[in-house]
């Protein structure tokens, strides 16, 4: 069997990274299996440790992908918007406390859908490390997005208010299809907006 080029490899790596992160945002870190990764990148099983020491490996890595591909989707909300902040971060509310993005959890913020097998992890493992980057990372992009003024919001206010949306986010799921879930998305979007 001919050996790949480092090009190639680095292309299979990438298409493992992104098809775990994808696939660990819609079913979970436990619900997935590392053949059904490889299977999704359109690889073999037996190539996984070529490219990865440990499925943790591969989470933390993934994890930090699914953080790092909602960066040009902050961007573009203010970039619609320009100066007008408070436009930017209505859209971003609404969007994000809607019921598409609700039900979209593989497309979805990985703050939201990673948080619960997270909170269960070994507190001092690399996946923990790489969620805790990749929140910080997303509190800084979102620090301009989410202030309506003309400054952007403190960290301190922008902690708040993503905390109040991924656990909106988080809890709105969990209730799918009782009409509390509704009302929670609601909720949190009239109390964001109204600020």
């Given at each position: 069997?001919?050996?790949?080029?480092?090009?190639?490899?680095?292309?299979?790596?990438?298409?493992?990274?992104?098809?775990?992160?994808?696939?660990?945002?819609?079913?979970?870190?436990?619900?997935?299996?590392?053949?059904?990764?490889?299977?999704?990148?359109?690889?073999?099983?037996?190539?996984?440790?070529?490219?990865?020491?440990?499925?943790?490996?591969?989470?933390?890595?993934?994890?930090?992908?699914?953080?790092?591909?909602?960066?040009?989707?902050?961007?573009?909300?203010?970039?619609?918007?320009?100066?007008?902040?408070?436009?930017?971060?209505?859209?971003?509310?609404?969007?994000?406390?809607?019921?598409?993005?609700?039900?979209?959890?593989?497309?979805?913020?990985?703050?939201?859908?990673?948080?619960?097998?997270?909170?269960?992890?070994?507190?001092?493992?690399?996946?923990?490390?790489?969620?805790?980057?990749?929140?910080?990372?997303?509190?800084?992009?979102?620090?301009?997005?989410?202030?309506?003024?003309?400054?952007?919001?403190?960290?301190?206010?922008?902690?708040?208010?993503?905390?109040?949306?991924?656990?909106?986010?988080?809890?709105?799921?969990?209730?799918?299809?009782?009409?509390?879930?509704?009302?929670?998305?609601?909720?949190?979007?009239?109390s964001l907006i109204d600020k």
């Amino acid at each position: 069997m001919p050996r790949v080029s480092r090009q190639e490899a680095n292309q299979h790596r990438m298409e493992v990274v992104d098809a775990a992160s994808r696939l660990f945002l819609e079913h979970g870190i436990d619900g997935v299996s590392i053949p059904e990764v490889m299977a999704e990148a359109g690889l073999t099983h037996g190539g996984f440790y070529g490219h990865f020491s440990s499925k943790e490996a591969l989470v933390a890595e993934a994890c930090l992908k699914a953080f790092e591909d909602k960066r040009a989707t902050f961007e573009g909300f203010i970039e619609r918007h320009g100066a007008d902040r408070k436009a930017a971060r209505t859209e971003f509310i609404e969007r994000y406390t809607s019921k598409k993005h609700r039900d979209a959890i593989g497309a979805g913020c990985p703050a939201a859908a990673m948080s619960g097998d997270l909170a269960r992890d070994n507190p001092r493992g690399s996946v923990r490390a790489a969620f805790a980057t990749g929140m910080s990372t997303l509190v800084d992009r979102l620090a301009p997005l989410l202030s309506g003024k003309k400054k952007p919001a403190t960290r301190e206010e922008t902690l708040a208010q993503i905390a109040m949306l991924v656990g909106g986010l988080v809890l709105a799921r969990s209730t799918k299809g009782h009409p509390i879930s509704d009302e929670i998305l609601q909720s949190v979007r009239s109390s964001l907006i109204d600020k």
